[in-house]
């Protein structure tokens, strides 16, 4: 890569993984493998870093496939469990770090790693890294614990999605960048066949299993705001003889990595998600991805129809909108649409048509206040309002991923 820092943004499915991995471990081949094994406290030359455990694992196993057969020894580690074996594991080599911010803090808090030596420093998912909920770790990450100054290290940032006030923010944190883009900045992958239905909160649950019933045994990803609600939605498939699992933060981090792998192998073909799930995740032969919910920004919709058609294959992405409480999403929707070439149902270009100053632009961070009911997709549940902010465990925004 010539040393220079750069921001890369490039449709989904379209290999960032390995566009990161690849150089980084060469260079570090290239210019020699330092530290020795069994250290109290292990010095790695490249820390990644990423919002989910389930992220940083896909990483850290496609890193290990990497770096076979060579020098270099990658580590994971990341939250949701105890320390003890991710220490032990990281003090018998640590050459290659991928990581969550907060163990990552941890680790370096309690002289498990030391930053002093970091050349290479890498941030995928780089716009999520950069929000709010994340932002100071990852600046206490670059400035406070020992780091090298950025004129002294390199770094990478990787995403799909760019927002604006993003990539003003990210400048404190590069040197001299360049700033790579393969195709439209925060564009969806033109590989995926996408869908707007109007369905009210009420229709929805009826609506998800007609589409499931019509489409047989297809690998699918159904996407919802609410934690319980991905619980809920889950446990109304089943009963309805739709062999489902769930996932989303509240859940333990052994619960979690069964439900990924039951989806995988196919055991349970359909996974309910929250936005854990939205970000980065490679799951083979997802044919089609359907949002229950509206996501609350459109770079979010970009990423969740991304765990479908990638690496040049097809998909399908399906999602329901509610015109009463995602009629924000409605003009920046269109606009990505219209950029990847899909059909727009005319009920849609009304609204957005309708929706004067709230939609903003594609590849921005558009949100909005989920007035969603409390009522699952037509259950009897007399749930709160949201629209006053209070919803209960939402997903998007407020889920601790480390």
Avoid at 169 to 187: C, H, P, Q, S
Avoid at 212 to 221: A, E, K, M
Avoid at 295 to 316: A, F
């Amino acid at each position: 890569m010539g040393g220079r820092d750069m921001m890369a943004c490039a449709q989904t499915g379209s290999g960032k993984t390995a566009a990161f991995l690849l150089p980084v471990l060469t260079g570090m081949l290239r210019n020699g493998v330092e530290g020795g094994q069994f250290s109290v406290v292990q010095e790695p030359q490249a820390i990644i870093v990423g919002p989910t455990r389930e992220l940083v694992t896909q990483i850290y196993n496609e890193a290990r496939k990497f770096a076979h057969n060579t020098m270099v020894r990658p580590v994971v580690v990341y939250g949701g469990v105890t320390t003890g074996y991710q220490a032990r594991e990281v003090s018998k080599g640590a050459h290659l770090v991928v990581g969550t911010a907060g163990r990552l803090l941890d680790f370096i808090r309690k002289g498990y790693l030391s930053l002093a030596k970091v050349k290479y420093f890498i941030l995928d998912e780089a716009d999520r890294m950069l929000d709010m909920g994340f932002l100071p770790n990852m600046m206490a990450l670059a400035n406070e614990l020992g780091m090298p100054a950025k004129t002294e290290r390199q770094t990478l940032m990787f995403s799909a999605t760019f927002p604006e006030e993003v990539q003003q923010l990210a400048k404190e944190l590069l040197n001299d960048y360049i700033f790579v883009t393969v195709g439209r900045v925060g564009g969806a992958n033109t590989d995926i066949e996408q869908h707007v239905l109007q369905v009210d909160q009420f229709n929805k649950r009826e609506k998800l299993v007609s589409i499931l019933n019509s489409q047989g045994q297809q690998r699918t990803l159904v996407f919802v705001e609410q934690k319980r609600q991905a619980d809920f939605i889950a446990s109304y498939l089943s009963q309805s003889e739709f062999p489902t699992t769930s996932i989303h933060g509240d859940r333990e981090q052994r619960e979690r990595e069964e439900a990924l792998r039951d989806f995988k192998n196919g055991t349970a073909p359909i996974l309910v998600a929250t936005s854990v799930a939205a970000r980065g995740l490679d799951i083979p032969g997802v044919n089609h991805v359907i949002n229950f919910d509206m996501p609350q920004s459109i770079d979010e919709y970009v990423h969740r129809i991304g765990r479908t058609g990638r690496c040049g294959n097809l998909g399908r992405a399906t999602s329901f909108f509610n015109p009463s409480s995602d009629q924000p999403l409605a003009r920046p929707l269109v606009k990505v649409l219209v950029d990847a070439q899909q059909e727009i149902p005319d009920w849609l270009e009304a609204l957005a048509g309708e929706s004067y100053g709230t939609g903003g632009f594609v590849g921005g961070s558009t949100q909005f206040k989920d007035s969603r009911g409390g009522n699952f997709g037509g259950s009897s549940s007399n749930g709160p309002s949201f629209s006053s902010g209070a919803a209960p465990a939402p997903a998007a925004g407020g889920d601790e991923w480390d």
